[in-house]
């Protein structure tokens, strides 16, 4: 995510990307949305979700198609290279010789290619090119240095929820009363935890044991193994469906305390960020779709994954927002099972649901950190420089990680952390981004490949018109969830 052109890596079936995707959007997000759902009200919520699914998944078309865009132009610099060399060696010959080989620089790539026999389809997309290489492909010096900023401060935003979501998991675990006599109790920070320790003093305990832990690896290199991914993925899912059965057990037997309002405004702008958070992916696609061995079956994947991820997100959030009551959801919707024995009373289990977010996301942190980094470095990157060791290795790791771990001992609200995150950071990656980048791919490759040769992995939204639609959209939604949080603040 850095920005370059990366290796493949191993190639998956279609299914297995089908998997991977859902894997890679469904993830601490989900678990802030059930209350987000009951501070909206489950008709607006319904609504909007669907709205922000069909919003992703056409950005989600277009950075495929940029994909597609950037594998073309890749192809076509190649060949002009290898038509130059040739050139080079063969500047001996005749002055009619050096004419009837520059020829064919004035055509279009089509007809270059296919004069050396069989045709090869320029669109294919077997490079992985990152979001940040496609930027510096179609986007000029000052959209590259956008494009940077905006993914720095969405990748700060998802560390400071990281570094908020652990010590609030380990805090609650620790201070709650799990002796089943607390059940439908939400404490206050101000409470005790352990002797004269309030539950506000273990949440900055646990911090600082978590930064001391986790930090140094911003230091280094981390990448997360194939084991380790199918664990956590194992752990999450096991979790997920437990909380779901658990809540439809509850209600089912007619004990649910939920009674969600169909609707109420004041709780829509925070809705908006935790959906787009929730919803991202677009940052990785590459990675993603890039290894999918047969990709004639892209479209109907992605098409495939978005039904299923809508329908999970609804069943979580309404069996939630129906199974508790509103004013005692948690911002992380796994601590709701901890201390209420009336929905599960195993303690091993409890101490499983309060607990797996520790694991999963402490596993994420270092990844997120070090790609933070590496942008860092990218962004800050001049041709032919390098970086004094001082600054590699010590100002880099030190700008990533004090940051977010500020944020967290500034607040643990995790709702807004994910809200602010995602209506700001998260709509420049998961709208404004990809619309840009397929404007500009299509505008680049016209003088290449002429008009005649059709993407085959264009977007169904191929207009012009949606592309703007989603720049209206974004600003549109920037300028509500801007003018919402100042009229609050004018409230206080």
Known sequence: MAGGITETGELYSP?????????????????????????????????????????????????????????????????????????????????????????????????????????????????RVEMGQMASMFFNKVGVNMFYICMVVYLYGDLAIYAAAVPISLMEVACGNHSC??????????????????????????????????????????????????????????????MIILALIRIGKDRGEGHPRMAQISGVPNLFGVCVYSFMCQHSLPSLVTPISDKRRVGTLVVCDYVLILGFYGLLSFTAIFCFNSSLLHDMYTLNFTDNCDVLDIPALRYFLGLFPVFTISTNFPIIAVTLRNNWK??????GGTYPWVVDRIVFP???????????????????????????????????????????????????????????????????????????????????????????????
Request: glycine residues 6%; contains cysteine; aromatic residues 14%.
């Open 15 to 127: 299914y297995v990307g089908l998997v991977y995707m859902f894997n890679l959007i469904v993830g601490t997000g989900a678990l802030t949305m059930p209350k987000a759902f009951a501070q909206a009200g489950w008709a607006v919520s319904l609504a909007l979700i669907s709205f922000l699914a069909f919003m992703s998944y056409m950005t989600t078309t277009f950075v495929i198609e940029a994909m597609a865009a950037a594998n073309a132009q890749l192809r076509w610099k190649r060949r002009e290279q290898e038509e130059v060399q040739d050139s080079d060696s063969t500047s001996d010959y005749s002055d009619d010789d050096v004419r009837g080989r520059s020829e064919p620089e004035t055509r279009p790539i089509l007809s270059v290619q296919r004069t050396g026999g069989g045709h090869v389809d320029h669109f294919d997309i077997v490079e």
């Open 181 to 242: 006599s607390a059940g439908g109790v939400k404490y206050d920070d101000t409470d005790l935890c352990w002797g004269p320790v309030t539950r506000k003093d273990a949440y900055k305990v646990f911090l600082s044991i978590f930064t001391v832990m986790l930090g140094p690896f911003v230091f280094f290199d981390a990448q997360k193994t194939k084991y380790l991914q199918i664990l956590t993925s194992l752990m999450r899912w096991i979790a997920f469906t437990m």
């Open 378 to 383: 990218t962004l800050f990157h001049r041709d």
């Open 398 to 492: 030190l700008i990533t990680l004090v940051p977010p771990i500020i944020v967290a001992f500034c607040t643990h609200n995790l709702e807004s952390l994910v809200g602010i995150t995602g209506a700001y950071a998260g709509t420049g990656i998961q709208y404004v981004i990809p619309a840009l980048l397929v404007y500009y791919g299509r505008r680049h490759l016209v003088p290449m490949l002429g008009t005649d040769e059709v993407n085959k992995h264009r977007s169904p939204f191929r207009h012009t018109f949606w592309v703007w639609f989603v720049v209206v959209w974004a600003t549109f939604c920037l300028m509500f969830v801007t003018a919402n949080i100042i009229l609050e603040d004018t409230k206080k």
